[in-house]
């Protein structure tokens, strides 16, 4: 393990990594093959030693990413790997697609052509069809239009069609209505490609399901399950149970820098929101909000101290924040776990999620720069 500043750091398991990624194929029908959604650095984890695991260790094939930088740097981790572009690549760059022979999703017949415009090599594509999310992609109110218009792109000088792909929007509500609602994206997509197959353009790949759809909905007529937030090992939705054992892969710690007794009356942190109404023991953790470990968490947050939890008293600061731990063994050196298990207890990045009304997903992406990423192997 290369050196590096105990201040404050993730740990990201890779064991953690490849035994999530076998859950995840238990979890899919064997003739779906999992893309691994990669963007945003790995969710935060790092893109390089999370790719590289996923593809020498794992035998990934398929990557997703959100952009074209991100598709270039995987590639050079990835060199034998199928790349898929999410979202949108200005079509200036349309060159770059084909020299580094990455898959791009078009949101457009208008965007497909002002691709092949600007491009050199013929581009390969996925077709992305907007089902219900409203985001990206063609819309049409039947399969037979949508299929016409994926006709044309298939039809159209410059570029490859491999694929069309939609992305579901409440897979992972248990809700009648959105249950609903996600069985009728799945069908337009579906029918969308039957109807294809039946003018006979058979497209290699057509595919739906993303983490929420692979615990919930699987699906074996997706030919990719898109897995980002599980491959992580946290939820697509805390409030549903995962019907599969996963592992969160990050975990986030930092040091305790000081420790003193503080008598009532006195205050903690910028703003005196905390004030000790009794003699307390509190200690100074390195990190701060700079290192993406929320403000939000002030005087909620719980850090875990040789297994005890200790709540965190008045404002998160920059760089550092302050704990009570009163009832708990804490010196100046010891390592404190804010993401992470100790013992029998754990705080995952979906907890700390839910405390300040957001989604793991944002917490684990979150954490900064500042942070290294420390990989255990
Ligand atoms: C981010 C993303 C995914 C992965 O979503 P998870 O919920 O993390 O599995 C899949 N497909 C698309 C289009 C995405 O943007």
Redesign the pocket.
């Known amino acids: 393990m290369k050196p590096y500043l105990k201040r404050a750091w993730a740990e990201v398991s890779l064991p953690a990594l490849r035994k999530n990624i076998e859950t995840i194929k238990k979890l899919c029908s064997g003739g779906t093959q999992i893309?691994a959604?990669v963007?945003a650095d790995g969710?935060g984890h790092g893109e390089e030693e999370i790719c590289r695991c996923l593809a020498v260790d794992c035998g990934i094939r398929y990557f997703?990413v959100?952009n074209l930088d991100e598709a270039v740097s995987v590639r050079k981790f990835c060199p034998e790997s199928e790349i898929l572009i999410?979202?949108y690549t200005p079509p200036e760059y349309a060159h770059q697609i084909a020299e580094y022979n990455i898959i791009q999703?078009i949101v457009s017949t208008e965007y497909a052509k002002a691709l092949v415009n600007s491009g050199t090599e013929k581009i390969r594509c996925h077709v992305?069809i907007d089902t219900g999310m409203g985001r990206i992609g063609l819309k049409h109110d039947t399969p037979q239009e949508c299929a016409d218009e994926i006709k044309q792109l298939c039809n159209m000088e410059g570029l490859s069609v491999e694929g069309i792909?939609t992305?579901f929007s409440v897979a992972?509500s248990d809700s009648p209505e959105n249950v609903a609602y996600t069985d009728r994206q799945e069908k337009f997509i579906l029918d969308t490609y039957d109807e294809l197959c039946r003018q006979g353009i058979r497209l290699p790949h057509v595919h739906f399901m993303?983490?929420?759809a692979?615990c919930y909905r699987n699906n074996p007529r997706s030919t990719l399950a898109?897995?980002?937030?599980?491959?992580y090992g946290l939820h697509?939705d805390i409030s549903l149970d995962i019907p599969a054992e996963l592992t969160p892969v990050m975990e986030l710690k930092a040091v305790i820098s000081h420790v003193k007794t503080v008598q009532k009356g006195d205050c903690i942190s910028y703003g005196r929101t905390f004030t000790a109404d009794r003699e307390m023991k509190i200690a100074t953790v390195t990190i701060g909000y700079a290192d993406g470990y929320s403000r939000l968490l002030s005087s909620k947050g719980e850090i875990l101290v040789h297994g005890k939890r200790c709540r965190i008293v008045g404002r998160v600061c920059m760089d550092q924040l302050m704990i009570d731990v009163t009832d708990a063994e804490a010196a100046a050196g010891d390592i404190v776990t804010l993401i992470g298990r100790e013992g029998d207890d754990i705080i995952t990045a979906d907890e700390l999620a839910s405390i300040y009304g957001t989604i793991g997903?944002e917490v684990v992406c979150g954490i900064s720069k500042r942070v290294p990423r420390i990989y255990i192997e």
């Open positions: 893309m959604v963007k969710y997703a959100s999410l979202g999703g992305k792909y992305h992972d993303n983490s929420a692979c898109r897995a980002g937030i599980i491959m697509p997903y």
